[in-house]
T-cell receptor, first 111, second 113 residues
Framework: NAGVTQTPKFQVLKTGQSMTLQCAQD?????MSWYRQDPGMGLRLIHY???????DQGEVPNGYNVSRSTTEDFPLRLLSAAPSQTSVYFC??????????FGSGTRLTVV | GENVEQHPSTLSVQEGDSAVIKCTYS??????FPWYKQELGKGPQLIID?????GEKKDQRIAVTLNKTAKHFSLHITETQPEDSAVYFC????????????FGGGTRLMVKP
């Protein structure tokens, strides 16, 4: 089925560990983005990309890196995890006329 | 930057009643306003959106209104059903491309049968 696929669904990290959250879409959307969702704060934009080879920072980029080598994939990297990064992470892609399609999320806990 | 405030944070209604969720935004340049529904354990799903050149838009039991002068927009759900129970988010974007969506804090809607 067409859509946005995120892996893993759940992850527990120790402080200081690194990991990559994977995101892939099969809709040939140029625009992709990463959001984090914290209780009572809605979704906040971390990084976004308007096409392969192009990325830019959102509202809360510190502690996260992204790359966009292909149209389909947009991984999010945590280089040194901190407890403040405990959150639910959503990847989304966008069709200009149809708005955003979100993945099902990755629930990350940093202990 | 843009700031979006959403009220109420929780809303409980009886099945069949109407529900209204309101949002205000700060940047008068914003011109795209989507609404998302998020069910437990799932990602947000677009349910309706409105652009600044339109004052109202309807889709069956759902409608959105926009007041550009007052910088606020609202979601109206009529004849609510238990399956409408979810968290609803409003958002605003400074351009039609929606690259930088700013979300409200969310409203938990509970429809009691």
């Amino acid at each position: 089925n067409a859509g946005v696929t995120q892996t893993p669904k759940f992850q527990v990290l120790k402080t200081g560990q690194s990991m990559t959250l994977q995101c892939a879409q099969d809709m040939n959307h140029e625009y992709m983005s990463w959001y984090r969702q914290d209780p009572g704060m809605g979704l906040r934009l971390i990084h976004y990309s308007v096409g392969a080879g192009i990325t830019d920072q959102g509202e809360v980029p510190n502690g996260y890196n992204v790359s966009r080598s292909t149209t389909e994939d947009f991984p999010l990297r945590l280089l040194s995890a901190a407890p403040s990064q405990t959150s639910v992470y959503f990847c989304a892609s966008r069709h200009p006329a149809e708005g955003y399609t979100f993945g099902s999320g990755t629930r990350l806990t940093v202990v | 930057g843009e700031n979006v405030e959403q009220h109420p944070s929780t809303l409980s209604v009886q099945e069949g009643d109407s529900a209204v969720i309101k949002c205000t935004y700060s940047d008068s340049a914003s011109n795209y306003f989507p609404w998302y529904k998020q069910e437990l354990g799932k990602g947000p799903q677009l349910i309706i959106d409105i652009r600044s050149n339109v004052g109202e838009k309807k889709d069956q039991r759902i409608a959105v209104t926009l007041n550009k002068t007052a910088k606020h927009f609202s979601l109206h759900i009529t004849e609510t059903q238990p399956e409408d129970s979810a968290v609803y988010f409003c958002a605003a974007s400074i351009n039609n491309a929606g690259n930088m969506l700013t979300f409200g804090g969310g409203t938990r809607l509970m429809v009691k049968p």
